[in-house]
Nanobody, 120 residues
């Protein structure tokens, strides 16, 4: 099973930017579809962005399109989430995940999560 460790969360003002990173180990990284999910207090976990094994295909939730960018580096076994123009409603614990296909239901390996708080 792949092991995932997130970093890069924190407190940022509305309109600011953060870059989340996820380092993978344990299995062949390029065999996995990768994604970022988030869970806000009192809400269900939702898919934010997902990326194919080669990086050629991506998916974004409507709420983050045009603001967030997912990318991966298969040579470094990392996947990143660049978050721009952050809004208070982006506040959540963000999780890195690995899956067998691009669909959200396939993502079964999870990191421990990193807190993102958007507040003035």
């Amino acid at each position: 099973q792949v092991r995932l460790v997130e970093s890069g969360g924190g407190l940022v003002q509305p309109g600011g930017s953060l870059r989340l990173s996820c380092a993978a180990s344990g299995r062949t990284f390029s065999n996995y579809y990768m994604g970022w999910f988030r869970q806000a207090p009192g809400k269900e976990r939702e898919s934010v962005a997902r990326i194919s094994r080669s990086g050629s295909n991506t998916y974004y939730a409507d709420s983050v399109k045009g603001r967030f960018t997912i990318s991966r580096d298969n040579a470094k076994n990392t996947v990143n989430l660049q978050m721009n123009n952050l809004k208070p409603e982006d506040t959540a614990v963000y999780y890195c995940a690995a899956g067998s296909v691009l669909a959200a239901w396939s993502f079964g390996s999870w990191g421990q999560g990193t807190q993102v708080t958007v507040s003035s």
